[in-house]
């Protein structure tokens, strides 16, 4: 196979072919580099932010839920959706305060990541909280979570060890861990 | 807020709102833990591998390649979906094969993610290939990729350095580095 230089493909057209509350998802007609065509069915999502909340005695806080895609309780560091036009700074606090009822005082971003960029434009913001206090905002009241705080040093071995479920979950810890040279 | 102990939702019924080529989407009528009813929406996905492919010479090969979705061109490992019926490991040197050319004489399991538990039911196989020869298979003609060869410490650091998008390739390259011991 020869190695193409210019990857990129051509959007011919988009379909919509669902809107939901949560998903969008549209079929393209695309070109691709030799010029014939192809389809994509692709999810348009709004984006997300996941946050590693640290307290100072170097506990992190995290999340347990049920997750009906994978069908399992998962344990995810706090997480949600973007809300329109919000900043992603914005949504990471509003969500640590909805979720584990804690404010953030000081947010380093880690990076983001793409979790699946086959068939998602999911964008997930990552971040580090510290300097955390008694959040302002009601709590989410639509949420089944159950709140966990575990050691940093444990957490960052069960990620190591293969033994998270979730991606954002073990991408973001590492991502602290290196921040915080552990 | 209380926390409940049982977090599982019962599933009531599902609708197949959209059903494609690769992805199905249903809409998920649930009862949530205190008995009120709540709607998921539900990517119906058949599961995917990605595979860190180590050369001899300590060189990981990567592809990039555009994503439609992520509206850019990544830098992933390989990875692609499971064919109904398909066991990990051998859907895992199929797409060696049909992406880098390469047979895996030894696949060792890395674990696995949800890349978007929230709606997505895509669990990825994660696994470190070695002991790579030429493979057999036809490469796959679809595929608009350029193969990258970069040594595995360059490719750790920049994962670290939250500079990989894809979420897949950045959790296996890590836990690559633990199982290598880097």
Redesign the interface.
């Known amino acids: 196979?020869s190695?193409?230089?210019n990857?990129?493909?051509k959007?011919l057209s988009a379909r919509p072919?669902?809107r939901?509350?949560?998903?969008n998802?549209d079929?393209?007609e695309?070109e691709?580099?030799?010029g014939r065509a192809?389809?994509?069915?692709?999810?348009r999502h709004p984006g997300a932010v996941a946050v590693v909340p640290l307290l100072p005695d170097d506990r992190v806080v995290l999340v347990?839920?049920?997750?009906?895609?994978?069908?399992q309780?998962?344990l995810?560091i706090p997480?949600g959706v973007l809300e329109p036009g919000e900043d992603p700074e914005q949504a990471a606090d509003r969500e640590l305060q909805e979720e584990i009822g804690l404010h953030a005082g000081k947010l380093e971003r880690?990076?983001?990541?793409?979790?699946?960029?086959?068939?998602?434009?999911?964008?997930?913001h990552?971040f580090l909280a510290t300097v955390l206090t008694e959040g302002s905002l009601p709590?989410d009241?639509?949420e089944?979570?159950?709140?966990e705080r575990l050691p940093f040093a444990d957490v960052l071995q069960t990620a190591?060890?293969?033994?998270i479920?979730?991606?954002?979950t073990?991408?973001a810890v590492?991502?602290a861990a290196?921040k915080l040279g552990r």
Chains 1, 2 share one sequence.
């Open positions: 196979m190695e193409p230089t990857l990129t493909e959007t072919a669902y939901g509350k949560l998903l998802l079929v393209l695309v691709l580099p030799d192809s389809q994509r069915e692709i999810i347990r839920q049920f997750r009906s895609a994978a069908d309780v998962t995810e997480a880690l990076g983001g990541v793409f979790p699946s960029p086959a068939y998602t434009s999911e964008y997930i990552l709590r009241e639509e089944f979570i159950v709140i190591l060890a293969g033994e479920a979730d991606s954002k073990i991408t590492l991502l290196r």
